[in-house]
């Protein structure tokens, strides 16, 4: 969360919050305003340098896991390693915003690549978006540097002082967008490539 301070509160959040945080998302999917997906990685595909700074603990024993009518099988112990999606989904003007989170340890992974480019897939190619919006902040170097060199698209502006952090103190907002036809003509295959060398 270090470069989200803005979705931070300075206290935290009690069990409450969190709980209503969560009820409400699920209202929101429910109304197709929102995909939220956990981003889990079996342990057969975690590099062995991650292994070595991962907890056996942090490991979820293996499960089919319900969705959708359907199930995942997690025949192996799994990690959960962040969580991605598109919020504020508009069909009618056919946009939307997508957002990830990663374990700093799966920075680098090829995790968050393969995250986004099937975020991006299900936005463009089954909800026919035509601009996907991505906001971030100046200090996130890693996140700017991804999506101007893999993903080869351009800050489309800054909003000065956009975010608030709490304390009268505010961060610009750096936002970027993808297109459906920047997807089908470059975006797509960069990160395809980009996922078959990780």
């Not at 608030?164 to 395809?192: C, E, P, R």
Request: charged residues 25%; hydrophobic residues 40%; negative net charge.
């Amino acid at each position: 969360m270090r470069f989200l301070r803005f979705m931070m509160r300075p206290s935290g959040y009690t069990t409450v919050d969190a709980r209503s945080r969560r009820e409400y998302r699920d209202g929101c999917q429910q109304a197709k305003g929102l995909l939220d997906y956990t981003i889990a990685v079996r342990r057969s595909r975690i590099p062995e340098p991650l292994l070595q700074v991962v907890s056996e603990r942090e490991f979820l024993p293996p499960r089919q896991i319900s969705v959708d009518g359907g199930h995942i099988n997690m025949d192996e112990p799994y990690l959960v390693i962040g969580c991605c999606g598109l919020n504020d989904i508009d069909l009618g003007n056919r946009n939307a915003d997508a957002g990830i989170i990663v374990d700093a340890r799966f920075w680098r992974s090829g995790a968050s690549t393969e995250a986004l480019y099937l975020t991006l897939k299900f936005g463009f190619e089954l909800l026919g978006l035509h601009r996907i919006g991505l906001q971030t902040t100046e200090d996130n170097v890693g996140m700017r540097g991804w999506l101007e060199a893999v993903a080869e698209i351009d800050v489309e502006c800054i909003r000065k002082e956009m975010l608030h952090l709490g304390n009268d103190t505010y961060v610009d907002s750096w936002d970027y967008a993808i297109f459906d036809h920047d997807w089908f003509i470059s975006v797509m295959k960069n990160l395809q490539a980009r996922i078959r060398r990780t």
